[in-house]
């Protein structure tokens, strides 16, 4: 079964400073996986994705996530926070193969990243 | 480029009522997603509509819960009657073709409360 692991409720970081957010998942076949973010009262953003090829996957807004799969995870990271990052942010995965019913998405429980000024 | 339409924003309804929600996704999107989002969990998939076909149904409360996409284009979601555990947001989205990698693009959800 798939399924995706957020370790942590809350991540807090100073601005300017780095930040991670950590994501592990659980599938059966290649893993297709996502980074959304939400704003209060607001739907899913995208961020950026892994598919296939480079490890290291660049989004918007200066994001940045690293597949690694030995480890089965999708960190996700940016070398400077701003305040403005501050946001509810979700890890999600599907079954890479092709088939119905695996193309759905499991979220994970999501992560509130706070950054102070 | 619009993005995925929802409404109403908000809906507050007493228990045993009933209660839709219609979503216009992006223009040239086939895959329709619904989704239920209880608060402090990731939202979980209801039913996937691939054109005007079902997908993937297979965690929507069918005693309760139904959605339509007649011509391919907009979708409601019904539920009838209302529990108290069906307070939630209830997210729309949309993408390209779903059996492959591209990326979900999300409405900004109706917030529901059942009373």
């Known amino acids: 079964a798939q399924s995706v692991a957020q370790p942590e409720d809350q991540v807090n970081v100073a601005e300017g400073n780095p930040l991670t957010v950590k994501c592990t998942y659980s599938v059966s076949g290649n893993p297709y996986l996502f980074w959304y973010v939400q704003y209060p009262n607001r739907g899913l953003q995208f961020l950026l994705k892994y598919i296939t090829g480079d490890n290291l996957v660049k989004g918007s807004y200066g994001f940045e996530a690293e597949f690694n799969k030995s480890q089965t995870s999708f960190h996700l990271k940016k070398p400077s926070a701003l305040v403005s990052d501050s946001a509810l942010y979700f890890c999600a995965v599907r079954d890479g193969r092709r088939g119905s019913t695996l193309g759905r998405l499991y979220f994970g429980r999501g992560t509130q990243l706070t950054v102070w000024p | 480029e619009a993005g995925v339409a929802q409404s109403p924003r908000y809906k507050i309804i007493e228990k045993r009522q009933s209660v839709a929600f219609w979503c216009n996704p992006i223009s040239g999107h086939a895959t329709l997603y619904w989704y239920q989002q209880i608060l402090g969990q990731g939202p979980k998939l209801l039913i996937q509509?691939?054109?005007?076909?079902?997908?993937?149904d297979s965690q929507l409360p069918k005693d309760r819960f139904s959605a339509e996409r007649l011509k391919g284009v907009d979708s409601t979601l019904k539920i009838q009657p209302a529990k108290l555990e069906d307070s939630a947001v209830y997210l729309c989205?949309?993408?390209?073709?779903?059996?492959?990698?591209?990326?979900?693009?999300f409405g900004p959800g109706t917030r529901l409360t059942v009373t």
């Open positions: 509509f691939q054109n005007n076909g079902v997908v993937d």
């Open positions: 989205a949309s993408s390209l073709v779903g059996d492959r990698g591209y990326e979900q693009y």
